[in-house]
């Protein structure tokens, strides 16, 4: 087994991110969420991957959480000299390079998915569960109050109302509730996770690059338009019109036709 931290792989159009800590219960750290960003950005600049699937080591947690017994004061990585600073975590955060990807963004949560593992896991586009996951927000049994960016999230997804009994509660919630609530896409039995997830990751990267970017990209921006009580503005439409200009003319658009035409599947390109 790998002592990295964190496990980067690719296979085909698929990659994924392991938390390898599970000694730790896959607690997260500074260097995890800076490889994350680092990883993430990488990919999207390749422009290979077409989804990401972040999972943790073993099946007692997806991620337990942040690593409350780091050392006080521990400044975590050093910037790489040469790159800005603003391009690198702590300033650049997980939750925006997941949010910049072109791809879709897939949590596969088994075991204790807590704290930070499940802000995390919010933070990703879609989350798939085992139905014996335990999963749950506990910043008031630590006395302590979340950045209001990832309070946002859980507002997003579930709402104000089961975000409140989320926080200001600090109980967990199994998998059955957490699907009513909105908090996970899917649950499904601990044998069935990886095909589930596998399953759906392969059918993203089956589809059109220029048609998942353009869809993540304009469904984050009417939600965050939504945030600030406004409507779409002209760039946001301008940027959107052009995206989908740029989809309509791709070679990917007319493989698209011809492979339906023909009753064969599509091989698309990314252009």
């Not at 990401?52 to 006080?72: C, H, M, T």
């Amino acid at each position: 087994m790998s002592n990295e931290a964190l496990i980067v792989e690719q296979e085909g159009h698929v990659a994924t991110f392991t938390i390898n800590r599970p000694e730790k219960r896959n607690a997260l750290n500074p260097e995890i969420h800076a490889g994350m960003v680092e990883h993430i950005d990488r990919l999207s600049e390749e422009g290979d991957v077409r989804c990401l699937v972040i999972k943790g080591q073993g099946d007692l947690a997806f991620s337990a959480g942040d690593d409350l017994k780091r050392a006080p004061g521990d400044p975590g990585p050093q910037p790489t000299p040469g790159k800005p600073a603003e391009l690198q975590w702590p300033h650049r955060k997980t939750v925006q390079s997941i949010f910049d990807a072109p791809f879709p963004v897939v949590a596969m949560i088994d075991g204790y998915c807590v704290g930070g593992g499940l802000a995390l896991a919010t933070e990703c586009d879609i989350r798939i569960s085992t139905d014996r996951a335990q999963l749950g927000i506990p910043p008031s049994r630590l006395g302590i109050i979340y950045d209001y960016e990832r309070i946002q999230v859980f507002i997003d997804l579930v709402g104000p109302a089961f975000t409140k009994e989320l926080f200001c509660s600090g109980l967990r919630v199994d998998p059955q509730r957490a699907l009513d609530m909105g908090l996970v896409n899917k649950v499904v039995a601990p044998d069935q996770l990886e095909s589930e997830v596998y399953g759906l990751a392969k059918e993203f990267a089956r589809n059109a690059p220029l048609s998942l970017k353009g869809h993540k990209r304009m469904i984050n921006t009417l939600v965050a338009r939504q945030h600030e009580g406004s409507k779409l503005n002209a760039q946001d439409i301008g940027e959107i019109h052009a995206a989908q200009q740029a989809a309509r003319d791709s070679h990917d658009a007319n493989e698209g036709r011809v492979a339906f035409a023909e009753k064969r599947d599509p091989v698309f390109i990314g252009r």
